[in-house]
């Protein structure tokens, strides 16, 4: 075999002569980097811990109720928290997750001033907040559905007839779909808006962090059954009354007796369900409630929760038009009049 | 290898669109005045954009990238208007004055993602994203997190998002500001380069004349918001060429010789300084040293700075 010739290469300078996409490719390249960016993909171990953390942490209960499924079988999807359940149970840990990452993908490019490089490119400032926004969206909603899509095949999969299974719940699915989407969208445009009004990352995460917190406090304190007044018969049809006094209103266990009448009363008093409106997970977990068509009862809901269950379902559905139209409107408004 | 840009003649019958173009451009700051109806043209090769702090340069140049928009006039950019254009800006490059780049990203991946910003395809860009890098010395570094890296080390950064897309047009504004001596010889060669080889106009805006003198072609000065000059730097210079003259002898005959010649000169006892210089001037000078006799012992023409020009006008 001969030896190759030598050959001199040019390496000057070569002009471009390749295809220019335009706006649509930087729309997209802004999109896959958001991704990246959350994903703490390229920039070493420690940019990876958190959203590993947080995705397995919104993992966990799903591979719980499975495995518990798995060990008592079908017996377990009983008192298993399901489908309707699922997305109340994480959205703490998808709060966590907005006021963290959100942050991460806008205030750096403000304190480390890179907006002014992609505002002289192809792009205006809202072609940046969608392609923002959708990076985060896409991947809260790939956290809400994983979690879901695990506890669906665990159910399934356990069911003692599984196409009777399937043909009893079928409607889940879209409810599933539905909520995920409603609710990636919430996580997401709060937690941004927040962060356009700083450029540091922990002073927005701690004040998405406090106002949940703070809001879900007020809303459950002042929503809560405060003092019960039990009537119960018992079997010779005397009637008792009992007294529930505060914050200990579980079930009273009486025995043989049966419940005539139940009236609490509520700190907010008449106006507990518009106050039980503040509470920021009632935010989706209402609407969620409504999408499973179940009734928010003091064994799967909050104190708000079940106070607005008295409302309207007008109501709920209009906090939430206004917890995601009110941030997105500041986002926009504040990137149109940044100053460069 | 340099290529050969032609250097269209039509520019010059008015078919083709300046790259840049100020009317009458004015921008307000509440009451503070940035820019006071400013009229200008940049065509290709280096135009330098000079003037002190709060001339406004800076405020010039992001009216024409769209960045801000006009109080009134206009200034267009490749013939459009760059805020409400999108194609146009894909164009073009900006080089900011401050810091401008992510800490935490390496200078390869965010050359790479600047590309594709600016339009270009994934793959094409990550080969223009390491030919760049290494056009500007940063070859070895690229793969370490940009917040590590000295302040040459990022202002060539900065150069090389700029150009990474392969603009028609560069705006650079400050490029030198900060740097020591060795690194703004460094960053002068590669404005030079930018322009001569790779091909691509430079606007640099700097209140550094030598700035202006090393690398630009033509140079626009502006002064509290106002075009206090504009034109070829060549011209400019040539314009005000100084000619020293010492003569061994008879040196009030040669002074009055070219007075009558309609040629003014001021002694100062031993040399003879003639202002302005034109070309038709030596002729004149060797007639007056014939016609008085006096025997010219040095005569040189000594080009002025822009450092000079602007000293020696009135403020």
């Not at chain 1, 590993?52 to 942490?57: E, I, N, Y």
């Not at chain 1, 006021?99 to 940046?128: F, G, H, K, Q, W």
């Not at chain 2, 950064?157 to 650079?172: E, F, G, R, T």
């Not at chain 2, 030079?192 to 700035?211: E, K, P, Q, Y």
Request: hydrophobic letters at 45%.
């Amino acid at each position: 075999m001969r030896a190759r010739e030598a050959e001199v290469f040019d390496l000057g300078y070569q002009r471009y002569t390749g295809p220019r996409e335009g706006r649509n490719r930087a729309r997209l390249a802004l999109f896959e980097n958001g991704v990246r960016t959350v994903l703490g993909i390229g920039r070493g171990g420690r940019a990876k811990i958190l959203p590993v953390g947080l995705f397995l942490a919104v993992m966990t209960p799903a591979v719980v109720f499975v495995i518990i499924l798995a060990f008592i079988g079908e017996a377990g999807a009983d008192f298993i928290p399901g489908p309707a359940d699922y997305y109340s149970i994480v959205s703490v840990i998808l709060i966590i997750f907005g006021a963290i990452m959100a942050p991460e993908l806008l205030c750096p490019d403000r304190r480390d001033n890179v907006l002014p490089l992609y505002l002289v490119r192809p792009l205006t400032s809202t072609d940046y907040l969608i392609a923002r926004f959708l990076a985060f969206f896409a991947i809260v909603l790939v956290l809400v559905y994983a979690g879901q899509i695990v506890l669906q095949a665990g159910l399934i999969l356990t069911a003692s007839d599984q196409v009777e299974y399937i043909r009893d719940n079928w409607q889940d699915v879209p409810r599933i779909l539905f909520m995920g989407v409603l609710i990636a969208t919430f996580i997401s445009v709060g937690p941004l808006a927040v962060a356009a009004f700083t450029t540091r990352r922990a002073y927005a995460a701690a004040f998405i962090i406090a106002a949940w917190l703070l809001l879900n406090s007020i809303s459950d304190g002042l929503t809560v059954e405060a003092s019960c007044t039990v009537v119960t018969t018992d079997a010779s049809g005397d009637e008792n009354v009992i007294e529930e006094s505060a914050f200990e209103t579980g079930d009273t266990f009486v025995p043989d007796e049966e419940i005539v009448s139940r009236e609490c009363t509520r700190p907010a008093g008449d106006l507990a369900p518009y106050v039980g409106l503040l509470s920021l997970s009632g935010v989706t977990d209402n609407i969620n409630s409504m999408v499973f068509e179940i009734e928010p009862s003091r064994d799967n809901a909050g104190p708000s929760s079940i106070a607005v269950a008295e409302l309207h379902d007008a109501f709920p559905v209009g906090v939430y038009v206004l917890w995601t139209g009110i941030p997105a409107l500041l986002l926009w408004h504040r990137y149109r009049r940044i100053r460069l | 290898m340099r290529q050969t840009i032609p250097r269209l003649p039509l520019l010059y019958t008015g078919l083709v669109p300046a790259l840049l173009e100020a009317r009458n451009l004015t921008k307000h700051y509440g009451s503070t005045v940035a820019l006071d109806g400013v009229s200008f043209d940049v065509h290709d090769g280096v135009t330098g954009l000079l003037g002190p702090n709060g001339a406004g340069k800076s405020t010039a140049m992001k009216l024409f990238l769209g960045l801000i928009q006009p109080t009134s006039g206009s200034a267009m950019l490749l013939g459009e208007e760059p805020y409400r254009s999108t194609e146009g800006r894909a164009r073009i490059g900006y080089m900011p004055e401050n810091e401008c780049l992510p800490k935490s990203m390496t200078a390869s991946e965010f050359l790479m993602h600047m590309a594709q910003v600016s339009g270009i395809p994934p793959s094409q860009a990550r080969t223009r994203a390491a030919d760049i890098l290494r056009h500007v010395g940063l070859d070895e570094e690229r793969y370490r997190p940009i917040g590590e890296y000295s302040t040459g080390m990022k202002q060539r950064v900065k150069l090389a998002q700029a150009i990474v897309h392969d603009p028609v047009l560069v705006l650079l504004d400050e490029p030198t500001a900060g740097l020591d001596p060795d690194g703004r010889q460094e960053m002068l060669r590669l404005i030079h380069r930018t322009a001569n080889t790779f091909g691509i106009s430079v606007m640099l805006s700097t209140h550094l004349m030598g700035d202006i003198e090393r690398t630009a072609d033509s140079v626009i000065v502006l002064e509290s918001g106002v075009l206090a000059q504009e034109g070829a730097v060549a011209k400019l210079t040539e314009e005000t060429e100084t000619l020293l003259i010492e003569v061994a002898d008879r040196h009030e005959e040669f002074v009055t010789a070219l007075a009558a010649k309609g040629v003014q000169a001021t002694s100062d006892g031993q040399m003879l300084v003639i202002e302005q210089a034109r070309e038709a001037d030596y002729d004149l000078i060797r007639d007056a040293a014939v016609e008085s006799g006096a025997r010219i012992r040095r005569l040189s023409p000594e080009r002025r700075t822009l450092t000079d020009i602007f000293r020696s006008r009135p403020a």
